[in-house]
């Protein structure tokens, strides 16, 4: 492989390691003559449109798969991907969609025209220069990015008022800020700062929300006392300082999907809730009940659509992704 086109180290060892164990030499990529995949890629005289996506989990993967089926529709080629790793039910699922898949460790299920390939239990191995973990996307960055999110005003604040909105120290916005400019998330110029690439901004952030600091802001679970309270949910006025998240907020936007579990964030302890009278606490209720981890001026009843977004994404439910692909084409996708 002497192509002269940078490529990240994930997929350069994908490449070498299938390379490796199909002892292949006829394994190429280039950079195509279009913006609607990252490669053209072949492999055994089979061309491929290569898409590249270094994480891949249950939060992120309706969004992946739906950009991937958008590439096979546009182009008239067998599509790649290529990831850093996925676990075996995400890539059944592709393999089931006829979406090809190729991870860094040469572990693949490609199967087109002539070509048959099937590689399992290969293991990935930390290299030199592995990455340390990015303090953008832990609890306290995560917050801030949420933020940023809200309004695109945001990004424009100064450091101090961003720390005294989130609650989140002057020196802790300053290195999320350089790593969010060093990504290119964040474009700084002479008629200020903005917003780069939202849409991939959102998914990275929505899908370390899920992993890193929703799990965090649990408080309690509660199930609804009889049947009839739990049909009659939308009738419930939470307290004040509580907002319905999740499934329930979904529905308030667009009536689209009937919620059969529930998330309500919380400024306060979660047992005010006790006072309407319709829940009980519970340790496996379909009610969660988490710390609210931002601040705004809103009177809603609900929470923001980002949030409700990546609950959803969050969640693993068929039913909940395709509520969150409305959501995030009606509500929130980037122009």
């Keep these: 492989m002497d192509n002269n086109v940078y490529l990240e180290e994930y997929v350069l060892d994908a490449f070498h390691n299938l390379q490796r164990i199909i002892d292949c030499e006829d394994i190429r990529y280039a950079l195509p003559n279009n913006n609607v995949y990252d490669y053209d890629v072949t492999i055994k005289g089979i061309d491929f449109a290569a898409i590249t996506k270094k994480t891949i989990s249950q939060s992120n993967f309706n969004f992946i798969l739906d950009k991937l089926c958008t590439v096979r529709s546009l182009v008239n080629l067998p599509v790649l991907l290529i990831t850093k790793s996925i676990n075996n039910k995400l890539k059944t699922q592709l393999s089931e969609k006829n979406i090809n898949v190729l991870d860094s460790a040469g572990n693949a299920r490609i199967l087109s025209n002539m070509l048959c390939v099937h590689i399992s239990g290969e293991k990935n191995k930390l290299t030199i220069g592995e990455e340390k973990s990015n303090k953008a996307f832990n609890a306290k960055g995560l917050r801030l990015i949420f933020f940023l999110l809200l309004n695109d005003q945001n990004v424009n604040m100064t450091y101090r008022e961003l720390s005294e909105l989130t609650e989140i120290s ?50 309690k679970r509660y199930s609804f006392i009889t049947k009839e309270d739990r049909e009659r949910w939308k009738e419930t006025m939470l307290p004040k300082g509580m907002y319905w998240g999740g499934e329930g907020a979904a529905y308030i936007v667009n009536g689209f999907l009937h919620p059969e579990n529930h998330d309500i964030y919380s400024d306060n302890n979660s047992l005010a809730l006790l006072k309407t009278g319709k829940f009980k606490p519970s340790e496996n209720g379909e009610v969660k009940v988490y710390k609210k981890f ?4 809103s009177n809603s009843q609900i929470v923001p659509n980002l949030l409700i977004y990546a609950d959803l994404m969050g969640s693993g439910d068929s039913r909940c992704l395709e509520a969150a692909k409305k959501i995030y084409n009606d509500e929130i996708q980037p122009f």
């Design 170 to 219: 002057i020196g802790t916005v300053k290195n999320v800020f350089d790593e969010l400019k060093a990504q290119n998330f964040i474009l700084v110029s002479k008629k200020g700062r903005f917003i780069r690439n939202k849409a991939e901004l959102i998914q990275l952030w929505q899908m370390n929300y899920n992993m890193n600091l929703k799990p965090k802001l649990l408080l």
């Design 294 to 297: 931002w601040t705004d001026d």
